[in-house]
């Protein structure tokens, strides 16, 4: 682990040296939550997630994170860079500023492992752990899309009522359905 705290991080030298985060023609956008997408993303444990984000609260934010990026429609949107071999990059929206977006960036290997990751958040560029933007993201790509379970996701859209669309229940307007006592 100290060995990897001094070495630096790559994925960040990557994307900043190769201006990789304001490059918009070298990405291809594709739909994360299918699982025909994206199938040489490695299949990771709790275990190993627990390993890479050095701790648990990371971890239960992820489903927050993953809740607010998924849209209406169920899609969660990644950006597969066409340069740089298993290179994925997502953004996230902040969940305490409407106005920030954070870019995320995941390196992974064919044979299983996530090589390095890049987060432009205060913390994302930290090695040793992980923010909660790339624990997100790990968690959704490399758990729990391939378990096809939910997210609990509260829409409160949709137990508002259009009054609108409601029935007319009673045209009589002079109250005589009403009982007097």
Known sequence: MLDKSKKGNLVQAIVENEGLITKRVIYTLVDGSSADQLKDFPVLSEEKLRQITMGIYQLKQSPLYVREHIGEDSVYQLYVCKIKENLIKIKLQSR???????????????????????????VGARIV?????????????GLHRLQNTSINSPRFTKSVLDASDLPDLDTDSDGSSVVEE
């Open 129 to 141: 752990g992980c923010c909660a933007h790339v624990s997100s993201v790990l968690w959704y790509l």
């Open 96 to 122: 305490f500023s409407n106005s920030a977006t954070h870019n995320v960036f995941v390196q992974y290997t064919l044979d299983g492992e996530i090589s390095g990751w890049y987060c432009t958040c205060k």
